[in-house]
């Protein structure tokens, strides 16, 4: 009767310290954000970084990206001033590598008509690993040929709520003739973790 007793208890212990780790942002109820709202002040931010790259290859079908509207005068602009495009490109932990942890969903416009730049405004949505079925969202200039380019992480959702922080990215291959390339993503950022979701967030596979 003991032993019974001894895993009930442990049953339950588990499970309460389930619900305050990946399982409480995985409920997206409304009562169940409420919840995570109203536990916000007892949280910890955690500086998180996450290493991926995005494959932009335009030269398979279907294409990871595709213009969807331009100006009148975008033709003849030399930084195509006014072309939008639509992004749907699968993220990896390597590059040219087949398994996908993700996608990077959204649009970039070029903006500027004294460089090439773009205003991009990006989720990036996380399909696989601990980070399953959350997202990071990215709003902000991209200058297209530069060596390094800087963005801010305005938020996210699922463990990624509130997120806060800055993001990097180079050129990691790029195919003047096809247009495909990819790119090297660093994300470094501020998220929130409740109490006991320590527990099961290890920094390992982060990088």
């Not at 990215?169 to 495909?180: A, P, R």
């Amino acid at each position: 009767m003991m032993r019974i007793m001894v895993a009930l208890v442990l049953a339950i212990v588990v499970m309460n310290m389930a619900s305050l780790g990946h399982a409480l942002p995985d409920d997206q109820s409304p009562a169940a954000v409420e919840k995570w709202f109203q536990q916000l002040p007892n949280a910890v931010p955690k500086l998180t970084k996450l290493h991926f790259y995005l494959h932009n290859i335009v030269s398979k079908k279907p294409p990871a990206s595709t213009p969807i509207a331009q100006a009148a005068s975008t033709a003849t602009s030399p930084t195509k001033f006014g072309l939008v495009t639509i992004l749907d490109g699968p993220l990896a932990k390597k590059p040219f590598s087949p398994n996908v942890i993700g996608y990077a969903q959204g649009l970039f416009t070029l903006s500027s008509q004294e460089e090439m730049s773009t205003l991009i405004t990006v989720n990036f949505v996380f399909t696989a690993g601990k980070y399953k079925g959350s997202t990071l969202s990215v709003l902000g200039r991209n200058v297209v040929f530069a060596p390094i380019r800087e963005f801010p992480i305005i938020g996210g959702s699922g463990d990624f709520r509130l997120a806060r922080g800055v993001g990097t990215c180079t050129t990691n291959y790029l195919n003047t003739t096809t247009g495909d390339d990819i790119l090297d993503v660093n994300f470094v950022f501020y998220r929130y973790v409740l109490p006991g979701q320590e527990d099961f967030d290890s920094d390992a596979e982060e990088e």
